[in-house]
């Protein structure tokens, strides 16, 4: 005798053993399946959604509630590591400020609750009918961050995106990682194609602008990201952190390089410099992998140590001894990250450390940079949802590239305040917060009142959907299926992983791939036709669920069975049966496989990023004066969604102004005082911390903060101080190639209150 649930309400009761045949019923020996548990507690493991790093989780449920989270020591990827944001999961889940029914905003501006498919079909009748009056580029979409921590996300916005047929289309990797993907589409062919450091097996690794320890890895996913960082030097190797500040990473780093934010492109070419004089690029073992060889040495040629120096910040004998290290490791591999994307010279330097690993040998090997094998193709996918490639349109106002078919968000105010037939008039806007993520985001709050039409799918009221007329909250992470179907694409190690839902959801509740799948399909309805390519896509997911859809990828991956029986690879069902994911082996060369250039040779000579030189030469003859400033992020924050959470955000202050002693005493301020900060587009009030953390002529200021104006909704986060660092941003100053915003380096004045 023991415990089951009432089959009406739900809650446990006394007086049998269940042998109900329903999900929730099912615990851990019965399928698999991870619900709600008739036993008093059962233990479920899931994945952390909220990072790049794939926490493996084991959460504790007692009578259909979440009563603690930790470490999953059997994970195969994170091997028990967990930072303080997987158990905050739990005060997610229970948020009282997170929407739980679909909002439809009332003439006072309050939000009342509504029905899920009413709140749908109003918002594809108001789409069709912006669309239907002032063509299909009157509505525009913006993508957050969390978009790509969701397998259902992923792959059905992309069918929305293909349903609404607009130009206008915006999503946070022009505020991160678009730089990145450039330079891997103009080196590789494909903008998929993602080099990863192979971390478990280099003996040298020169991190640059990149801090994993706060971020949990970006565009390289690690789990137990302490132990794959220390483990370098714990096992002789070397660490090499290139960063303005003295961050967590570089703590535990062998050498911590500070150098002027913005200028990474021409240290590279310095350490190039060095590489190519000193000898230690084998000719023909790279003409073998790549061409153009002969043209990167006469670009890099005029760069020297000694000519960079001045314009970094770096000393020519550090510049030099950095080359001839990298250069003489048995294995050494270059990364950069966040640091970089934000920078003048973003794609130019994230191609740079490209070439650097290619030119050294430390390509496509072993403890360099490698190409993961992720169980299902990412590169398949974004061929099918023609999603890849950029240039072949630009924006209406200002002429900015698209890249992957989106356009930077940079201009995203431009579109909605310019007239004329292209003018946004009406927007979506999917996990994302613009008004505190884009650059200058006080003009993009005050645009968002004057749209026509707006809708938000997301489970906060926050900065930017108080201005929307419906919102359509999703089912929290614990409460659906999850599989990391991008993340696994940049791992460092190749493993699949499935997590069934923990919890029951809310009544009334649909997931994202649910609600983009509906709502796209409604907005055919309502416009009575589509394109051919949408309605492909419409045909090939309209009708299937989240769960079948990464069944079928799977099947078609590398590792699956093709539909084949008797192969016996990799299903949906065998994930299932290993809660704690499964193990597909080390990185290993992908060359062949994954260079798309003519030979699977990778290009050293692209014509616009050696041509972007010219313009770094130009900046480097200009005298730099005053302040920069940079961003920078703690292990406890994401972005600009999880400060509600009191777990996150008590204890010291952590949004105040990092100041070297040096510029304080300069500037007459002192630790713990406020000051003014300006930029030439605003100025914001920030406490001030004296620290030597950052070095001399940078302040830093972290990115997601300034939550007061939805102080009422957001009640935790709006009570907390510090300001948005993007009132400083200037949203005209891009980087040209792909026109992502530049968020570092920014010139600023600073002076006490």
Known sequence: MGKGPNIETGELIEGADCD??????????????????????????????????????????????????????????????????GPAMRELLEDPDRVRRPLRKRECRTFKEVSCDSTLSEAAEKIAQLQKAHGNDSVGVYWGNPVVHDHGTVLMSQVLGLILGTRNKFDSNSADANPKLFACDRMYGDMTSITVPDIDNTDYFLMIGANPLASGGSVMSLGDVRGRVKGIVERGGKLVVVDPRRTETAQVASVHIPIVPGTDAAFLLGLLHVLFSRGFVDETAVENVATGLAELRAAVSPFSPERVSKFTGVDAATITRTAIDFGSAKKAVAYSRIGVCHGKFSALASYLVEAVNLVTGNFDRQGGSMFPSPAIDLSAVARALSVGGSGRFTSRVRGLPEVGGMLPCATLADEMEGPGQGQIRGLVTLAGNPVLSVPNGDRIGRLLPKLNFMVSIDVYINETTRHAQLI?????????????????????????????????????????????????????????????????????????????????????????????????????????????????????????????????????AAHDMLGDLRRLENEMSRAREGLLLIGRRHVRSNNTWMHNCHSLVKGPDRSALMVNPLD????????????????????????????????????????????????????????????????????????????????????????PV
């Not at 019965?30 to 084991?58: D, Q, W």
């Open 664 to 751: 304080a005493a300069k500037t007459g301020l002192k630790d713990g005082e406020n000051a003014f900060l300006t930029s030439q587009t605003g100025e914001i009030m920030t406490k001030v911390k004296v620290t030597d953390e950052v070095m001399p002529g940078v302040v830093s200021l972290p990115h997601g903060y300034g939550h007061g104006q939805a102080k009422d909704t957001l009640r935790i986060a709006g009570n907390l101080a510090g300001p948005s660092m993007n009132s400083l941003t200037d949203d005209n100053v891009v980087e040209p190639l792909t026109g992502s915003a530049v968020l570092t380096g920014i010139a600023v004045t600073i002076k």
């Open 20 to 85: 109900h045949d329903l999900p929730f019923c099912k615990g851990l020996d019965a399928g698999g399946f991870l619900g709600l548990p008739c036993a008093v507690a059962t233990i479920a493991h899931t994945t952390c959604n909220l990072c790049e790093a794939m926490c493996g989780l084991s959460v504790t449920v007692e009578a259909g509630r979440v009563k603690s989270i930790e470490g999953d020591k059997e994970d195969v990827f994170s091997r028990g590591h967990i930072c303080p944001k």
């Open 472 to 604: 359509l909250p999703p089912r929290p992470a614990l409460a659906r299926g999850h599989y990391d179907l991008v993340l696994h694409a940049v791992a460092v190690r190749n493993t699949a992983k499935w997590s069934e839902p923990v919890v029951l959801p809310d009544p009334d509740t649909k997931d994202d791939w649910e609600i983009l799948q509906l709502l796209s399909k409604e907005i055919a309805r309502a416009r009575g036709g589509v394109s051919k390519a949408a309605a492909a896509a419409l045909d090939r997911f309209g009708n299937m669920s989240s769960e079948k859809a990464i069944d079928l990828l799977l099947r078609l991956g590398p590792y699956g069975d093709n539909f084949v029986p008797w192969r016996k690879g990799l299903t949906l069902k065998k994930l299932k049966a290993s809660p704690h994911g499964v193990d597909l082996g080390p990185l290993a060369p992908g060359r062949l496989r994954k260079v798309h250039k003519p030979n699977h040779k990778a290009d050293l």
